[in-house]
């Protein structure tokens, strides 16, 4: 995931599955310019997830489908 943000801000990556069960939840402290923020999808099963990003009470949702 690439985040930019010009101050320095708190980023929250939350995934959920398509039942709306959290599978992911983790907040990257201080991160300021562009940044790429990994998400490891090995241990998901296949199918669709929404991503909400969250940066300085702003959210911004992507949907992420996982095959194999």
Do not use: C, H, M, W
């Not at 790429?36 to 099963?45: D, G, R």
């Not at 959210?59 to 194999?68: D, E, G, S």
């Amino acid at each position: 995931i690439k985040v930019s943000t010009i101050n320095a801000s708190d980023v929250v990556v939350r995934i959920t599955d398509a039942a709306g069960r959290v599978v992911a939840d983790r907040t990257y402290a201080n991160q300021i310019g562009e940044n790429f923020i990994p998400v490891a999808t090995s241990k998901f099963e296949v199918g669709y997830y929404t991503v909400s990003v969250t940066v300085n009470d702003e959210t911004i949702q992507k949907q992420l489908l996982v095959t194999r």
